[in-house]
């Protein structure tokens, strides 16, 4: 026994300190690398358009794909990672998003740059970023609050240079050239992945293995399967599978607590129509400051002022909004983040002069950082925590859902009036509606729910569907790794 308690204490070792805080630099560098990336797109906007003669909707639809599939691959990254571990993920997430960034330097069509930079870039920078995060579950137990929030400096970080880089490359040697060097930039995600070496708790135990509590439901799922195969009658195999696949449903994507938790569903609702606007600003800026006359070096610098003020920001928001004053109160802190976001798109509509628009990107900077901030802490006060990686998995999809079809849409409309403004008008619109849905609802949820107190309805269980306004106390963190969740950005 006592040799037993030595061999965890020593197998734990690298936990929250040595090689830690390695894998938390490179955490850093993954999502400057992947989450980053696409805020570089608008600076080839023009000149995609200008070589494939494509129009606004018809080009919009590359970053939009990277995006979408970014933001929705997590389920799929959830399997590489359970099965093969959060190294291999990250590594194959990098070779995938290198070579389809190679593969774009050939592309004769902006539909082959669908498949290269939009499918294969996008789909390699989700498998890097979200087993990126993953990692870091199982690397930190005590300092794993701290870790996430330095490792999302990352995001702001790729947003600053990102843009410059691209300027400047794209100055001296052409987009073909620098998407092939940028393709050599994002293989180092596979030396990011090298160095996340696996954990263990104990001499020949990986920290990845499963968790204890599920191994019952998975025993189950096991038996339920020989059964099915090994049944002689096709109908029972049949519906076997069915009664499967809806499980399967129920349990990764959580449509359940989509039908039956008001708040999560308000809230579901209300971002994916938040992200028909939200990404407008990101693919069209460069574009708008280019076609108003401001000279392309300095529309560039326009997304690194986003990004800058967000490596400051984001992490001032986040400590202001854990404060004890916003408990149960931060759905109106977001509400006013995205309602903020929204109106700072009349800027723009204004004036396109270049100080005008750095005003625009300073207080655009400030609402997206709180809505980065705050979007995962609100969904974790609406849903229950044994919970939330499912309800993360049918939220991150449906917002890629948006995310893909805003941007092409909104480049129709630009395409038959010719004028940029409208991309702010639509941003704008879908941003201030979102906002005061999700306010005036969560309002008027919580004032129902008070109303039923009051009378003494017997509930079921009163707070199991419902929006918290006091979330439960945070329970003591186990060395045990959380489940694997699909975490995205914004």
Known sequence: MPQRGRGVHEAAKPQDQGWAWMVLFTAVLLQALTLGFPSCIGVFFTDLQHEFQASNSETSWFPSIMVAVLHGGGPLCSILVKRFGCRFAVMLGGLLSGVGMVSSSFCGSISQLYLTAGLITGLGSCFSFQAGVTVLGYYFVRWRTLANAMASTGVSLGFTLWPLLSRYLLDEMGWRNTFLIFGGILLNCCVCGAIMRPVELAPGTPLQSPNPAEEPERRAEGAQLSNTASSPHPKIQKQTRRTACVHALQKYLAFDIFCQNKGYQIYTIGVTWMMMGFALPHVYLVPYAIHSGVEERRAALLISVIGLINIFIRPLTGLLSGHRIFTGRRIYLFSLAVLLCGLSNFICVISAEFSVLIVYCVILSIAMSGIGAL???????????????????????????????????????????????????????????????????????????????????PLDSPFKYQYNETPAEPQCESPSPPAVVYITSI
Do not use: H
Not at 385 to 403: P, Q, Y
Not at 416 to 429: A, G, K, M, P, Q
């Open 375 to 457: 979007t995962f802490q609100v969904l974790m006060d609406v849903v229950e925590m044994d919970r939330f990686s499912n309800a993360l998995g049918l939220f991150t999809i449906l917002e890629s859902i948006t995310i893909l079809v805003g941007p092409p849409l909104t480049g129709l409309l630009v395409d038959v009036t010719n004028d940029f403004r409208y991309v702010f008008y639509n941003s704008s619109f879908f941003l201030i509606s979102a906002a005061l849905f999700m306010g005036l609802s969560f309002c008027t949820l919580e004032k129902k729910n008070k109303l039923k107190e009051g009378s003494k309805v």
